[in-house]
């Protein structure tokens, strides 16, 4: 089982930009696709962006342009730089190990515990 921690959360307010880190407990992203999910109040988890092992990159609609999903080098920490923050990117925000099938991220049970994003309008 690998181990998943998101850092970096917080109050931000709108327009402004917040860096989320997730930090797993070996080179995961090495062999695996990677991804953030975010669950606002009320609403279902949803697929924010997902890095496969090569560094294709793939994003949600609504975050396209500015969100960048990115991994250090060692392949051990999976970033998620998030500017022009809108409050509708409230939500907490979780990390994800997964595979990939042709073009479709499928989330596997490796979850971290997540991070809040608030940001004010």
């Known amino acids: 089982q690998v181990q998943l921690v998101e850092s970096g959360g917080g109050l931000v307010q709108a327009g402004g930009s917040l860096k989320l880190s997730c930090a797993a407990s070996?080179?995961?992203?090495?062999?695996?696709?990677m991804a953030w999910y975010r669950q606002a109040p009320g609403k279902e988890r949803e697929l924010v962006a997902y890095?496969?092992?090569?560094?294709?990159?793939k994003y949600e609609e609504s975050v396209r342009g500015r969100f960048v999903i990115s991994t250090d080098s060692a392949k051990t920490t999976v970033y998620l730089q998030m500017n022009s923050l809108q409050a509708e990117d409230t939500a907490i925000y979780y990390c994800n190990v997964g595979i990939l099938r042709i073009t479709t991220y499928v989330p596997t049970e490796n979850w971290g515990r997540g991070t809040q994003i608030t940001v004010s309008s």
């Open positions: 070996g080179s995961v992203a090495k062999y695996n696709p």
């Open positions: 890095i496969t092992i090569g560094g294709r990159t």
